[in-house]
């Protein structure tokens, strides 16, 4: 497992989920839900979140159908991807992400929450579904996972 504070990112069209990880790569944890914007103020944030927790790589959710086919939300995602690759300067991967937030809500609810009072927090909890999943697939493999955003 290569050491190092990882970001993940949940692309969403309203709200942007992020999550980091600890130094050792081996838990992700919720940071906050970022207002996706058309001014680049939501890069501009994750860019500043990505320097405050010293970050060597981001892994952003690839929203695939389940089926595996690319979607709308797909090419969102990849555009996301690479225009933050651009700005934060480490490496960006790109990894499956379905069910990540059917699986975040599922927790959400198990923890008390209802879909209600869960809103301000649901896309942070995909995020680290996204995250831990990346983390494990990396530890099981020894292979970083997904495919680099160019």
């Given at each position: 497992?290569?050491?190092g504070v990882r970001v993940g990112v949940d692309v969403g069209k309203a709200r942007i989920g992020?999550?980091?990880?600890?130094?050792?790569?081996?838990?992700?944890?919720?940071?906050?839900?970022?207002?996706?914007?058309?001014?680049?103020?939501?890069?501009?944030?994750?860019?500043?979140?990505?320097?405050?927790?010293?970050?060597?790589?981001?892994?952003?959710?690839?929203?695939?159908?389940?089926?595996?086919?690319?979607?709308?939300?797909t090419d969102d995602a990849v555009g996301f991807a690479e225009r933050l690759a651009e700005a934060i300067g480490i490496p960006v991967r790109l990894v499956d992400?379905?069910?990540?937030?059917?699986?975040?809500?599922?927790?959400?609810?198990?923890?008390?929450?209802?879909?209600?009072?869960?809103?301000?927090?649901?896309?942070?909890?995909?995020?680290?579904?996204?995250?831990?999943?990346?983390?494990?697939?990396?530890?099981?493999?020894?292979?970083?996972?997904?495919?680099?955003?160019?």
């Open positions: 497992m290569r050491p992020v999550s980091r990880s600890d130094p050792d790569g081996m838990l992700a944890l919720p940071v906050e839900t970022v207002a996706r914007a058309d001014d680049g103020s939501d890069i501009a944030r994750i860019q500043a979140l990505v320097t405050e927790f010293g970050a060597v790589e981001a892994i952003v959710g690839l929203p695939l159908s389940l089926s595996g086919v690319h979607t709308l939300s992400e379905r069910l990540s937030t059917v699986t975040a809500q599922s927790a959400l609810r198990a923890s008390g929450r209802t879909t209600r009072n869960s809103r301000s927090v649901v896309d942070q909890a995909a995020a680290t579904v996204i995250l831990q999943h990346a983390l494990d697939a990396e530890r099981a493999s020894g292979n970083p996972p997904g495919t680099l955003a160019t």
